[in-house]
């Protein structure tokens, strides 16, 4: 069974930066398609980013593009998304996910394994 952890959420300013981690156990992340989610509060989830498990090739929403960036770090088992440029809306809980449907599969009906999720605000 995989378990995933998510870390790294926080308090920032507007136009600063945080780096998410997403941790598993009990199974090797790279066999799976691995997906960022979030949650503001009294809006529906979205993905946000999400990475192949076939070539690791990268996908993003477009309110992520060119400031967001998600990355396999296969050594620890972990995978990354680094936050830039952050506004007040990317205020959410942000969640991993994994599963092995393709990135555009899973934007629209989710994945299979989830985080507990981890708690970014960015407020001045």
Same mark, same amino acid.
């Not at 691995?34 to 949650?39: A, E, L, T, V, Y």
């Not at 477009?62 to 593009?65: G, M, V």
């Not at 009906?109 to 507990?116: A, E, K, L, Q």
């Given at each position: 069974q995989l378990h995933l952890v998510e870390?790294?959420?926080? $308090?920032?300013?507007p136009g600063g930066s945080l780096r998410l981690s997403c941790a598993a156990s009990g199974s090797t $992340?790279?066999?799976?398609?691995?997906?960022?989610?979030?949650?503001a509060p009294g809006k529906e989830r979205e993905g946000v980013s999400c990475i192949s498990n076939t070539n690791s090739t990268t996908y993003y929403a477009?309110?992520?593009?060119g400031r967001f960036t998600i990355s396999r770090d296969n050594a620890k088992n972990t995978? $990354? $998304?680094q936050l830039n440029s952050l506004k007040p809306e990317d205020t959410a809980v942000y969640?991993?996910?994994?599963g092995q449907r393709p990135c555009?599969?899973?934007?629209s009906?989710?994945?299979?394994?989830?985080?507990?999720g981890t708690l970014v605000r960015v407020s001045s």
């Open positions: 870390s790294g959420g926080g $308090l920032v300013q $992340l790279d066999y799976y398609t691995i997906g960022w989610f979030r949650q477009d309110s992520a593009k995978v $990354l $998304l969640y991993c996910a994994a555009s599969w899973a934007f009906h989710g994945m299979d394994y989830w985080g507990g």
